[in-house]
C-alpha cells in the first residue's frame, strides 16, 4: 500500500502542479500583475499576491490552492519498507531546480513569480558552496524586479543585500564593497522617505560593513568601521524621524551606536595603521587627534547615547525606574571600560540600590557573577539580563553558574580579537587557531580611606595573577600573546551590597587564526 501511495505521488505530481498554476493564473489573469511568492528549498512556503488588491473570494481560493501544492509536496515519501525516506541537502537543490522550472514553464523566465524563488534557490546554492550560481540566480530575481516594478524599486532590496551577503560568504570582499557602495547609494536616494524598512535596511548595510572590517583587507578596515558608523547614524534619524524621540523602539540602535563606539575605541588602542585613521578628525586629512582626546570623545558619545536611553524611560509617558535602573548599570560598565573606577563605583552602588528596590531577590541573582562588558544587548529589565546570562552560560565563582565548566570567550574575529564575538561577526569555529584555559582574579574593593589609591593601581574590573592552565595548539609566542590579551577584557564585578567582591574566574580563550592581510 506505502509503495502504491508513493507511486501516485510521483506519477501526479507533475499533473497537479500544472493543473494548480494554470488554474491560480486563470483566476488572476484580469489584474496588471500576478505575483506569487514561493519558497524553492524543498517546498512551496506560501502563494501570495504583492501586487494588486484582490477579493476576500479570491483569496480563499489562493489559499486553497496553497493547500493543495503543500500536500502534494510535503506528503512524505516512504520507501518499500515502511520506513521514512530522509531527502538529503542535494536532492532539496534538485527539487528547488525543478520548482523553478516549472513555474518558467507556466509564467515565462520574466515573470514576477520567479523572484522569490530564485532568491531562494540562491541560498541553497550558497549553503553548498555554489556562489557563482547563486550570483547569477539573484542577478535574475533582480532584473525581473526592476522590469515589473521599475529600475529603483524598493523591492529589489532584499535582493541586493542577499548579494552583499553571498560575495562575504565567499570572502569576496572586493565585489562585496562594490555592492555596498551601490545599496549605499541607493539609500541616499531614497532617504528621505522615512519608511519602517529604510531604518532595518540601514542597519543590516551598518552589520554588513562590521563584518567587513573584521574579514576585509586590513587596507579597508578604517572605511568599513566609519561607514558602519555612518550608517548606524542614519538609521537613529530615520527611527527618530518615525517615532518619536523618546520610543523605546529606538533603544536598540543606540545600543549598537554605543558598541560600535567601543569597538573604535579597541582599534585605537591597538593602534598601527587602523588607529591612526580612526584619530583623523578627517578621512585621509594630516587632523589626527591625540589617543587620549579620541579616548574621551568616544567616552563621552557613549554617555550621551546612555543619557538618550535614560531619557526615553523618564518619559512622563512611558516611566519605568527598573530600566533606568538597568541603565544606570550600562553606565556603570561604561565607565569600568574607560579606566574611571571611582565614577564607576558609585554608579554599580547607586544602580544596585535601586534594582534592589525592584526585587531583592533578581537583584542578588543579576550581580552574584561577573560579566564580560560591554554585554551583546541592551536589557530593560533584571528578569530580561539575568535570562539572556543564562542563555550565554554565564560565569558564577568557579565556574558557570557554580558548576565546572569555564566562562568561555570566542574572539569576534583577526580584525578585532579583543571584542567577543556578536550576532555582527560570523566566523566559522573551523578556524580556530588556538585555545587557552585561564585561571586569574577580579580584585575586590577595600572599604576604606584609600580606596581611591587602591584602585588606580588595581581596578576591579580587569583580570589579575592570570595563569595559563592549557594551550592547545599554540606556541610559546602565542602564550605571551594570550597573556597580553587576557588583561584588555573588561568585566562587571561581583557585587555585594553594591560593592564588588574577590572573584576568582576560569576562562576558555579561543584564538582566531589571521584570513587576510
Known amino acids: 500500500m506505502l509503495l502504491l501511495i508513493e507511486l501516485i505521488r510521483r506519477l501526479l505530481s507533475r499533473?497537479?502542479?500544472?493543473?494548480?498554476?494554470?488554474?491560480?493564473?486563470?483566476?488572476?489573469?484580469?489584474?496588471?500583475?500576478?505575483?506569487?511568492?514561493?519558497?524553492?528549498?524543498?517546498?512551496?512556503?506560501?502563494?501570495?499576491?504583492?501586487?494588486?488588491?484582490?477579493?476576500?473570494?479570491?483569496?480563499?481560493?489562493?489559499?486553497?490552492?496553497?493547500?493543495?501544492?503543500?500536500?502534494?509536496?510535503?506528503?512524505?515519501?516512504?520507501?518499500?519498507?515502511?520506513?521514512?525516506?530522509?531527502?538529503?541537502?542535494?536532492?532539496?537543490?534538485?527539487?528547488?531546480?525543478?520548482?523553478?522550472?516549472?513555474?518558467?514553464?507556466?509564467?515565462?523566465?520574466?515573470?514576477?513569480?520567479?523572484?522569490?524563488?530564485?532568491?531562494?534557490?540562491?541560498?541553497?546554492?550558497?549553503?553548498?558552496?555554489?556562489?557563482?550560481?547563486?550570483?547569477?540566480?539573484?542577478?535574475?530575481?533582480?532584473?525581473?524586479?526592476?522590469?515589473?516594478?521599475?529600475?529603483?524599486?524598493?523591492?529589489?532590496?532584499?535582493?541586493?543585500?542577499?548579494?552583499?551577503?553571498?560575495?562575504?560568504?565567499?570572502?569576496?570582499?572586493?565585489?562585496?564593497?562594490?555592492?555596498?557602495?551601490?545599496?549605499?547609494?541607493?539609500?541616499?536616494?531614497?532617504?528621505?522617505?522615512?519608511?519602517?524598512?529604510?531604518?532595518?535596511?540601514?542597519?543590516?548595510?551598518?552589520?554588513?560593513?562590521?563584518?567587513?572590517?573584521?574579514?576585509?583587507?586590513?587596507?579597508?578596515?578604517?572605511?568599513?568601521?566609519?561607514?558602519?558608523?555612518?550608517?548606524?547614524?542614519?538609521?537613529?534619524?530615520?527611527?527618530?524621524?518615525?517615532?518619536?524621540?523618546?520610543?523605546?523602539?529606538l533603544v536598540t540602535i543606540i545600543y549598537k551606536l554605543l558598541k560600535q563606539y567601543h569597538l573604535q575605541l579597541v582599534a585605537v588602542k591597538n593602534g598601527g595603521s587602523l588607529g591612526y585613521q580612526l584619530r583623523e578628525i578627517y578621512p585621509g586629512s594630516n587632523l589626527v587627534r591625540s589617543r587620549s582626546d579620541t579616548r574621551k570623545y568616544f567616552y563621552y558619545m557613549g554617555r550621551r547615547l546612555l543619557n538618550q536611553l535614560a531619557a526615553i524611560y523618564s518619559d512622563p509617558d512611558s516611566l519605568n525606574f527598573e530600566a533606568q535602573a538597568m541603565v544606570s548599570l550600562y553606565v556603570a560598565d561604561w565607565q569600568v571600560i574607560f579606566g574611571r573606577h571611582a565614577e564607576a563605583l558609585q554608579t554599580y552602588q547607586g544602580s544596585f540600590d535601586e534594582l534592589t528596590k525592584i526585587s531583592v531577590e533578581q537583584a542578588s541573582s543579576l550581580f552574584e557573577s561577573p560579566r564580560l562588558i560591554p554585554v551583546q544587548?541592551?536589557?530593560?529589565?533584571?528578569?530580561?539580563?539575568?535570562?539572556?546570562?543564562?542563555?550565554?552560560?554565564?560565569?558564577?565563582?568557579?565556574?558557570?553558574?557554580?558548576?565546572?565548566?569555564?566562562m568561555v570567550f570566542l574572539e569576534s574575529g583577526a580584525g578585532f580579537p579583543n571584542i567577543g564575538q556578536s550576532s555582527e561577526f560570523s566566523m566559522a569555529d573551523d578556524i580556530l587557531l588556538s585555545r587557552a584555559l585561564f585561571t586569574f582574579e577580579l580584585p575586590e574593593v577595600v572599604d576604606n580611606v584609600s580606596r581611591r589609591s587602591r584602585m588606580r593601581k588595581m581596578p576591579f574590573g580587569k583580570p589579575v595573577n592570570a595563569k595559563i592552565l592549557e594551550l592547545e595548539g599554540g606556541s610559546l609566542d602565542q602564550r605571551e600573546i594570550f597573556e597580553n590579551r587576557i588583561q584588555d577584557l573588561s568585566f562587571r564585578p561581583k557585587l555585594l551590597m553594591g560593592v564588588p567582591q574577590a572573584t576568582e574566574i576560569t576562562l576558555e580563550y579561543k584564538m582566531f587564526s589571521k584570513l587576510k592581510n
Open 15 to 249: 499533473s497537479i502542479i500544472k493543473v494548480v498554476l494554470h488554474f491560480t493564473d486563470r483566476i488572476f489573469n484580469r489584474s496588471k500583475r500576478v505575483s506569487v511568492t514561493c519558497t524553492a528549498a524543498a517546498h512551496f512556503q506560501g502563494i501570495a499576491n504583492t501586487g494588486t488588491t484582490e477579493t476576500i473570494g479570491r483569496l480563499a481560493i489562493m489559499c486553497l490552492c496553497k493547500a493543495i501544492l503543500r500536500w502534494v509536496f510535503l506528503l512524505p515519501s516512504f520507501s518499500v519498507l515502511g520506513q521514512q525516506a530522509f531527502i538529503s541537502q542535494y536532492e532539496d537543490l534538485d527539487k528547488a531546480q525543478f520548482y523553478v522550472e516549472e513555474l518558467e514553464r507556466e509564467y515565462g523566465q520574466n515573470s514576477l513569480a520567479l523572484a522569490e524563488p530564485l532568491s531562494e534557490l540562491a541560498g541553497l546554492y550558497t549553503q553548498h558552496g555554489r556562489y557563482e550560481d547563486a550570483h547569477r540566480s539573484i542577478d535574475r530575481a533582480t532584473l525581473i524586479i526592476r522590469r515589473v516594478e521599475g529600475l529603483y524599486a524598493r523591492e529589489q532590496i532584499p535582493y541586493l543585500q542577499q548579494k552583499i551577503e553571498n560575495f562575504a560568504a565567499s570572502f569576496d570582499w572586493v565585489n562585496a564593497r562594490e555592492q555596498m557602495e551601490h545599496i549605499y547609494w541607493f539609500y541616499l536616494q531614497k532617504s528621505q522617505i522615512a519608511a519602517p524598512d529604510l531604518t532595518e535596511d540601514l542597519l543590516h548595510l551598518s552589520d554588513m560593513h562590521i563584518r567587513g572590517a573584521n574579514e576585509d583587507s586590513v587596507v579597508y578596515q578604517s572605511y568599513h568601521l566609519r561607514r558602519a558608523m555612518t550608517l548606524n547614524w542614519a538609521a537613529l534619524a530615520v527611527a527618530e524621524k518615525m517615532f518619536t524621540a523618546n520610543d523605546q523602539r
Open 377 to 406: 544587548d541592551f536589557h530593560d529589565s533584571i528578569e530580561g539580563a539575568i535570562e539572556a546570562d543564562k542563555s550565554a552560560g554565564f560565569v558564577s565563582e568557579g565556574g558557570i553558574n557554580g558548576n565546572s565548566q569555564p
